[in-house]
């Protein structure tokens, strides 16, 4: 297919950014689980960005909260993970004053005794560093902490500080089923007030996502055919080829459908779904999004597809499949893939099947939305019948999340020659050839977010229970149902052949990645 490029000045590309910029009031982030990959791999490089880019106050340091006893080794090992998981190079300008921002503090999450003294540390960096009490907790821990750590901090005075002001960032996994997430929220709300709290959901952070919502609704010509008078159906496909990467015993209690679809996956069909919100608030944001996720039909477990991977070859390379991992049970039941069809109950969308499908030890990694135009009332011309123009094809607009960002848009062209034959062509918006490439991580905006206070890119407490509502039922109808016949698809495959029999069941399929 022949694709035309978008070409951008980069003069006006660093005009635009430099409008944007919004640094945040002096403050400390202090990160609990300091000593964990997060950190190390996202976190810091993602804070390193900020100071780079000028987007840090000169007021700043970073504290990391752990268990372990590494004092000084902390920052230097933080530096190691910049360079090697930020793309920075030993020696780049900014980076040793930025490291000398980082300190690290020892204590078990339960002992009072090391929260006092937190709370000391940090009123001696707003005497010695002008941090002037504000403070965002990162709980960057397993989720069984989270609540425990958050009760401390307020009984510590650390939640409602009588100078600055207390934020508290919450990582995934949100609860585990509908009943854990209000526990949860029920927990936190004690303590923090809604305003203070920010849940994340790394996806949100990823520049391709945030363009979604650009491309909907800064251009006048996409909305007017966003519903179901043109839309044929959509398709959201998560794949990854990597394994659990190690992570053996989170996963087998997680599985697909909690790791990645009731959140990163629902926040991309928000953003596809949703009705445009009446100004880029917090609320007016997440409102709309909640409203699209209570529109969802309660799911059909026959519109549902369990995998798990079995041994295979990935990128040329043996892998071993699920239930050989490292701590994973030999008999495990737990998806590493999961496929399911959805439908929306509202007046745009009525009719159009939402299809997902998530996995990992898949073919490729990529994660694209894919938007299916239902074809021409009346097909003119003749059906063309030479190599790729076998069809005539409906028009797609593709949204490559990652590894390839951009946009494209598949549409009937002219075959140059005597007769009418028409090829699908496509228009492709490609980010790395438009804007350059940008080492953002999606760490990068949602902390410098919370740090401002802004939690449009965060998750709602009503937004979280609306998912798990959504998933909760299949989850346990899954858990009743008898043993599956794991494996069921091979590593390196597209997943288990029930994936494409859901779609081929309504005349479709998934569009090749
Ligand atoms: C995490 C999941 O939330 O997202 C991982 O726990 C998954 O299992 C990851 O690999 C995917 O994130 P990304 O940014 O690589 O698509």
Redesign the pocket.
């Known amino acids: 297919m022949a694709a035309a490029a978008i070409n951008i000045a980069p003069e006006d590309v660093v005009q635009a950014s430099q409008q944007n910029e919004r640094v945040p009031e002096p403050g400390v982030v202090v990160i609990f689980g300091a000593s964990g990959d997060l950190t190390k791999r996202k976190l810091l490089p993602a804070l390193f960005h900020l100071e780079q880019a000028g987007l840090l106050p000169e007021q700043f340091r970073v504290v990391g909260v752990a268990r372990r006893d590494l004092g000084a080794e902390f920052a230097k090992d933080m530096k190691r993970g910049i360079i090697e998981f930020g793309g920075v190079k030993d020696g780049a300008n900014k980076l040793d004053r930025f490291v000398g921002k980082v300190g690290y503090h020892q204590m078990n999450f339960d002992d009072d005794e090391g929260y006092a003294q937190l709370k000391a540390l940090l009123e001696g960096y707003d005497r010695d560093y002008g941090t002037r009490g504000n403070r965002l907790f990162y709980l960057a821990v397993a989720p069984e902490y989270f609540a425990d750590i958050i009760h401390r901090l307020g009984n510590h005075g650390m939640a409602h500080p009588e100078i600055g002001t207390a934020r508290v960032i919450i990582e995934?996994?949100f609860g585990h089923d509908l009943e854990s997430a209000r526990a949860l929220n029920d927990d936190v709300n004690k303590v923090f007030d809604e305003q203070q709290i920010f849940r994340i959901?790394?996806?949100l952070g990823?520049e391709t996502v945030q363009n979604i919502l650009v491309f909907r609704f800064a251009n006048g010509i996409f909305e007017p055919v966003w519903n179901r008078n043109y839309i044929d159906h959509v398709q959201i496909t998560?794949a990854?080829s990597?394994g659990?990467?190690g992570?053996g015993p989170?996963?087998e209690k997680?599985g697909a459908l909690r790791?990645?679809v009731q959140?990163?996956m629902m926040e991309l069909l928000s953003f596809v779904c949703m009705e445009p919100p009446v100004s880029f608030h917090a609320d007016a944001v997440r409102y709309e999004k909640v409203k699209v996720w209570r529109a969802i039909k309660p799911i059909d477990i026959r519109d549902t597809v369990r995998g798990q991977y079995g041994p295979g070859v990935v990128d040329g390379v043996e892998a071993s499949g699920y239930r050989e991992e490292d701590r994973v049970n030999p008999d495990s039941q737990t998806e590493t893939f999961t496929a399911l069809k959805l439908e929306i109950e509202n007046w745009r969308w009525a009719g159009v099947p939402i299809y997902l499908r998530a996995g990992?030890r898949l073919h490729k990694?990529a994660?694209e939305i894919m938007i299916e135009f239902k074809q021409p009332p009346t097909l003119l011309f003749n059906r063309a019948n030479r190599g790729a123009c076998k069809d005539i094809q409906p028009n797609l607009i593709t949204m490559r999340?990652?590894p390839d960002e951009g946009i494209s848009l598949r549409f009937g062209a002219k075959v140059p020659g005597p007769d009418m034959t028409v090829c699908p062509v496509n228009m492709d918006f490609n980010y790395a050839t438009a804007f350059g490439t940008s080492s953002a991580?999606?760490y990068e905006r949602l902390l410098l977010d919370a740090m401002l206070g802004d939690a449009t890119l965060f998750a709602h407490r009503d937004g979280v229970e609306a998912t798990w509502s959504l998933y909760t039922p299949v989850l346990e109808a899954w858990a009743n149902s008898k043993p599956l016949a794991f494996p069921n698809y091979a590593s390196g495959s597209w997943g288990p052949k029930e994936a494409t029999d859901l779609l081929l069941r309504d005349g479709r399929q998934w569009k090749k990645l």
């Open positions: 995934k996994p959901d790394h996806y990823k998560a990854e990597i659990i990467e992570r989170f996963y997680a790791d990645v959140n990163h990992k990694r994660t999340i990652q991580n999606g």
